[in-house]
């Protein structure tokens, strides 16, 4: 074999091993206390995002948060740098998701949602 298609095999190789490393390493890169998606219930006659029909593939903070007993998803940590937000998914992101689908269901830092018939606000909690 040819030393240029060696190098060239060997950077591939190289460049295929970061790209799966970049992939499952974030979830592994915690710092600090973590983050926690609640969810509460309301009364409101506001708009509100149906959630009634996604799944915790989709949605998995909320799901926890809607589903749990003290109404709180599992935790999530910040990544160091802000690196592990780039790769993975938040709360802040199904937060963000939901305002963006109902805009007018944006309440402060939360979200507005209706679940099996009850209403709740969605806010992401630091304790």
């Known amino acids: 074999m040819r030393p240029v298609t060696r190098n060239l095999l060997v950077a591939i190789g190289l460049i295929v091993v970061a790209l799966l490393a970049l992939g499952a390493l974030p979830s592994y890169l915690g710092t600090g ?3 926690y ?3 509460e219930p309301i009364e409101t006659e506001e708009p509100t995002a ?3 029909n996604v799944t915790d593939r989709r949605y998995p903070f909320m799901m926890g948060a809607l589903t749990a007993d003290d109404g709180r998803s599992e935790g999530d940590q910040m990544g160091p740098y802000g690196m592990k937000e780039w790769f993975t998914h938040t709360p802040f992101d199904e937060v963000d998701a939901l305002t963006q689908r109902v805009p007018e269901a944006a309440e402060g830092d939360g979200v507005r949602v209706s679940y099996e018939g009850e209403a709740y606000y969605l806010e ?3 304790p």
């Open 37 to 39: 998606l609640t969810a």
């Open 33 to 35: 206390d973590p983050y």
């Open 124 to 126: 992401v909690e630091q």
């Open 50 to 52: 149906d959630v009634n």
